[in-house]
């Protein structure tokens, strides 16, 4: 396994600083049982009243969810340790747990469901939209494209092995369209949107700004769909969290260009403006661009932090679903913070190199990742190629500004 070798190598073993308790999104004490306010609420509260009588040996702890586990590891440096015993368990759950209520996120462009699993963990539910062959039309605006459920995979797997790990986990799932959306939920908006096509297909669309109509239906074969289920952060009654605009926000216009596009000396302005003053915050963004690049990823017009860690944490690379769009062109104008800046932290940088060499070849641990999925083949093999392609770019652009 390339994977196991590439989790052994000295550059995945660097140790993260020491957490202490105010470093931890939730302390919790491990001998407490939690259990679920009884005003039916999902969120989870230290109980007094619950049972005191635990199995033998075992700490309150052991007991949770292993949702509840991975929003109780999170801290100020990673969203989940590199050697998370945990992270199969919760992709397994993610891909089979019984699902008890399925109802329509709000806002957003694209249609998107929140699933309820009997343990109270829920997931972030991507519907199918494109297969895995179909390129994004080059005549296509990056705002107008489809959110597609495998870019999703593929980035949750590709941020792991570039040790970024800042993307919840993300599992593949074959969903019952009758039995685990239509007859059980309870979003009436939604309910009304399922119908029979002209096929024999069960259809539904939803409602959001883009795509949900009756031309946009996604519909099942006869009634089973694609999707990817994406663990869910810790509500944010519980885990506020700060939503930051990027400073190489594109314009989202058709013709108009944004500031970074025209002044080839706006990184210096960037590096001036807090919170890009101090700290890494620069280098994670520069991070985020990297992955972004690797996998076509256009849309980054925002990022999030954990409010309770201030300036000092990693930012979370949600939302990816634009990613992994087209494998024969390649937008070199991602890589903008990364040229006008000439920053890269330096374990990044090592880690690229390691990823550019034979035995560490970024593609193949990725298809091996990929491979374990239960939608594999998740990524068409075209798309694995031009990681490496990618790559390599990348390390030119360095290699420009170390000479520069």
């Known amino acids: 396994s390339k994977l196991v070798a590439l989790f052994e190598h000295p550059l995945y073993n660097i140790p993260i600083p020491e957490v202490t308790e105010k470093d931890k999104l939730f302390v919790v004490n491990p ?193 089973r769909l694609e999707g990817s289920m994406a663990a869910l952060l810790p509500d944010k009654t519980l885990a506020k969290r700060r939503s930051w605009r990027s400073p190489w926000r594109r314009s989202y216009h058709k013709s108009k260009k944004a500031e970074w596009e025209l002044n080839p000396n706006y990184c210096a302005r960037v590096r001036e403006t807090p919170p890009y003053d101090r700290g890494h915050r620069l280098l994670d963004l520069i991070d985020m661009t990297i992955l972004d690049f690797l996998m076509g990823n256009m849309d980054r017009h925002h990022y999030e932090t954990f409010e309770k860690f201030g300036n000092d944490t990693f930012l979370l690379h949600l939302d990816n679903g634009r990613g992994f769009g087209t494998h024969s062109r390649d937008e070199l104008s991602i890589l903008a913070p990364l040229q006008q800046c000439c920053s890269i932290k330096k374990s990044t940088y090592l880690r690229l190199q390691l990823l550019a060499t034979q035995p560490y070849r970024l593609s193949d641990l990725l298809r091996e990742a990929l491979a374990a999925d239960p939608l594999a083949p998740v990524l068409a093999e075209p798309h694995l190629q031009a990681l490496d392609r990618r790559l390599g770019k990348v390390l030119v652009e360095v290699g420009h500004c170390l000479a520069r």
């Open 31 to 223: 001998m407490e049982k939690f259990s679920l306010r009884s005003s039916g609420s999902d969120e989870w509260v230290s109980s007094s009243k619950a049972e005191t009588l635990l199995p033998t040996g075992k700490t309150a702890y052991d007991t949770y969810p292993t949702w509840l586990k991975f929003h109780v590891g999170i801290n100020r440096y990673e969203l989940y340790p590199r050697r998370d015993p945990l992270l199969p368990t919760l992709l397994k759950d993610l891909a089979t747990q019984r699902i008890i209520s399925s109802v329509q996120k709000s806002g957003g462009t694209q249609l998107k469901l929140i699933m309820t699993f009997p343990n109270y963990g829920q997931a972030l539910f991507k519907p199918m939209k494109q297969t895995r062959d179909q390129e994004t039309p080059i005549d296509f605006f990056y705002f107008s494209d489809f959110e597609r459920h495998n870019a999703e995979i593929a980035a949750f797997h590709l941020d792991r092995i570039l040790d970024f790990r800042r993307i919840p986990p993300v599992s593949g799932r074959l969903v019952n369209i009758t039995k685990e959306i239509r007859d059980i939920t309870t979003d009436k908006k939604l309910a009304k949107t399922f119908f029979l096509s002209p096929a024999g297909n069960i259809c539904f669309y939803g409602e959001c700004s883009y795509y949900c109509s009756t031309e946009h239906a996604l519909c099942g074969k006869p009634d």
